[in-house]
Protein backbone atom coordinates (compact mmCIF):
# COMPACT_ATOMS: atom_id res chain seq x y z
CA UNK A 1 0.00 0.00 0.00
CA UNK A 2 1.23 3.52 -0.46
CA UNK A 3 1.16 6.77 1.44
CA UNK A 4 -1.82 8.15 0.93
CA UNK A 5 -1.78 11.81 -0.81
CA UNK A 6 -3.77 14.50 -0.65
CA UNK A 7 -6.55 13.89 -3.58
CA UNK A 8 -5.39 15.84 -6.45
CA UNK A 9 -8.13 15.32 -8.89
CA UNK A 10 -11.39 14.96 -9.15
CA UNK A 11 -10.92 11.37 -10.55
CA UNK A 12 -11.11 10.37 -6.89
CA UNK A 13 -14.24 12.23 -5.98
CA UNK A 14 -16.91 8.83 -6.84
CA UNK A 15 -14.97 6.37 -4.77
CA UNK A 16 -14.98 8.94 -1.74
CA UNK A 17 -18.50 9.99 -2.25
CA UNK A 18 -19.79 6.09 -2.49
CA UNK A 19 -17.23 5.93 1.14
CA UNK A 20 -19.58 8.52 2.80
CA UNK A 21 -22.45 7.08 1.52
CA UNK A 22 -22.06 3.82 2.40
CA UNK A 23 -21.40 3.44 5.92
CA UNK A 24 -22.82 0.29 6.28
CA UNK A 25 -22.50 -1.28 2.69
CA UNK A 26 -20.34 -0.95 -0.45
CA UNK A 27 -21.32 2.02 -2.77
CA UNK A 28 -20.29 1.12 -6.22
CA UNK A 29 -18.92 4.30 -7.27
CA UNK A 30 -19.89 4.24 -10.81
CA UNK A 31 -23.38 4.71 -9.78
CA UNK A 32 -23.11 7.47 -7.43
CA UNK A 33 -23.72 10.73 -9.00
CA UNK A 34 -21.30 14.02 -8.24
CA UNK A 35 -23.15 17.17 -8.33
CA UNK A 36 -22.00 20.63 -8.29
CA UNK A 37 -21.92 20.90 -4.65
CA UNK A 38 -19.66 18.33 -4.36
CA UNK A 39 -17.29 19.26 -6.88
CA UNK A 40 -16.77 23.07 -5.35
CA UNK A 41 -16.40 21.05 -1.87
CA UNK A 42 -13.88 19.48 -3.12
CA UNK A 43 -12.33 22.57 -5.35
CA UNK A 44 -12.62 24.53 -1.71
CA UNK A 45 -10.76 21.83 0.31
CA UNK A 46 -7.75 21.25 -2.66
CA UNK A 47 -7.87 25.05 -2.87
CA UNK A 48 -6.86 25.29 0.80
CA UNK A 49 -3.67 24.85 2.47
CA UNK A 50 -5.19 24.10 5.99
CA UNK A 51 -7.46 21.34 4.73
CA UNK A 52 -6.73 18.13 2.74
CA UNK A 53 -8.46 15.39 1.76
CA UNK A 54 -6.09 11.92 2.00
CA UNK A 55 -6.97 8.50 0.62
CA UNK A 56 -6.01 5.26 0.60
CA UNK A 57 -6.35 2.80 -2.37
CA UNK A 58 -4.99 -0.58 -3.23
CA UNK A 59 -2.63 0.52 -5.76
CA UNK A 60 -4.74 -0.32 -9.25
CA UNK A 61 -6.51 3.47 -7.78
CA UNK A 62 -9.55 1.44 -5.91
CA UNK A 63 -10.01 3.15 -2.66
CA UNK A 64 -10.48 1.90 0.03
CA UNK A 65 -10.48 4.60 2.30
CA UNK A 66 -10.50 8.49 3.32
CA UNK A 67 -10.65 10.94 5.73
CA UNK A 68 -10.15 14.90 5.98
CA UNK A 69 -7.77 16.55 7.50
CA UNK A 70 -8.10 20.50 8.82
CA UNK A 71 -5.39 22.56 10.28
CA UNK A 72 -6.91 24.93 12.93
CA UNK A 73 -4.90 27.77 14.51
CA UNK A 74 -6.10 29.05 17.65
CA UNK A 75 -4.75 30.78 20.91
CA UNK A 76 -6.12 28.01 23.71
CA UNK A 77 -2.82 26.10 22.79
CA UNK A 78 -0.26 28.73 23.46
CA UNK A 79 -0.79 30.10 19.53
CA UNK A 80 -0.28 26.10 18.29
CA UNK A 81 -2.14 24.58 15.68
CA UNK A 82 -4.52 21.40 16.02
CA UNK A 83 -5.54 18.97 13.37
CA UNK A 84 -9.25 18.15 12.90
CA UNK A 85 -10.18 14.68 11.34
CA UNK A 86 -13.70 14.26 9.78
CA UNK A 87 -15.07 11.61 7.17
CA UNK A 88 -13.49 9.13 8.42
CA UNK A 89 -14.66 5.91 6.35
CA UNK A 90 -13.23 2.63 5.19
CA UNK A 91 -15.05 0.53 2.91
CA UNK A 92 -17.59 -2.50 4.63
CA UNK A 93 -16.20 -5.02 2.90
CA UNK A 94 -12.16 -4.42 4.17
CA UNK A 95 -12.96 -3.22 7.86
CA UNK A 96 -11.03 -5.31 10.18
CA UNK A 97 -7.51 -5.59 8.39
CA UNK A 98 -5.74 -2.81 9.69
CA UNK A 99 -5.99 -0.10 7.05
CA UNK A 100 -8.35 2.35 9.30
CA UNK A 101 -5.30 2.07 11.26
CA UNK A 102 -3.03 3.01 8.57
CA UNK A 103 -5.08 5.77 7.30
CA UNK A 104 -5.31 7.68 10.71
CA UNK A 105 -1.11 6.69 11.82
CA UNK A 106 -0.43 8.82 8.82
CA UNK A 107 -2.74 11.20 8.91
CA UNK A 108 -1.59 11.68 12.76
CA UNK A 109 1.74 12.03 11.45
CA UNK A 110 0.87 14.49 8.84
CA UNK A 111 -0.41 16.84 11.46
CA UNK A 112 2.76 16.14 13.77
CA UNK A 113 5.24 16.84 10.87
CA UNK A 114 3.39 20.45 10.61
CA UNK A 115 3.30 21.00 14.06
CA UNK A 116 0.05 20.39 15.52
CA UNK A 117 0.31 19.85 19.31
CA UNK A 118 -3.55 17.85 19.14
CA UNK A 119 -5.48 15.75 16.82
CA UNK A 120 -9.13 15.75 17.63
CA UNK A 121 -11.81 13.93 15.68
CA UNK A 122 -15.47 13.12 16.07
CA UNK A 123 -17.78 10.35 16.10
CA UNK A 124 -21.54 9.35 16.25
CA UNK A 125 -22.19 8.78 19.44
CA UNK A 126 -24.07 5.01 18.05
CA UNK A 127 -20.65 4.28 16.11
CA UNK A 128 -19.35 1.85 19.86
CA UNK A 129 -17.09 0.04 17.27
CA UNK A 130 -15.41 2.88 15.71
CA UNK A 131 -15.33 4.16 18.95
CA UNK A 132 -13.02 1.43 20.57
CA UNK A 133 -11.14 1.78 17.21
CA UNK A 134 -9.93 5.50 18.03
CA UNK A 135 -9.68 4.31 21.77
CA UNK A 136 -7.30 1.70 20.84
CA UNK A 137 -5.09 4.88 18.68
CA UNK A 138 -4.84 6.72 21.93
CA UNK A 139 -7.65 9.22 21.50
CA UNK A 140 -9.38 10.35 24.63
CA UNK A 141 -13.41 11.02 25.01
CA UNK A 142 -12.83 14.45 26.67
CA UNK A 143 -15.42 16.22 25.77
CA UNK A 144 -19.10 16.28 24.26
CA UNK A 145 -19.86 18.01 21.31
CA UNK A 146 -22.44 19.53 19.84
CA UNK A 147 -23.97 20.49 16.97
CA UNK A 148 -26.38 22.77 15.43
CA UNK A 149 -28.21 21.88 11.87
CA UNK A 150 -28.32 25.08 9.88
Excluded: W
Excluded at 80 to 94: G, K, P, S, T
Excluded at 124 to 144: I, P, Q, T, V, W
Amino acid sequence: MRPPPPVTTRLDLPAVVALLAGEETVVDASTVHVDDACVRAFDAIDADRRNEMMVLDEGDGTVLGCLQLTYIPGLGRHGQERALIEAVRIRADRRGAGLGRDLLTRAIDRARERGCTLVQLTSNKRRAEAHRFYASLGFARSHDGFKLSL
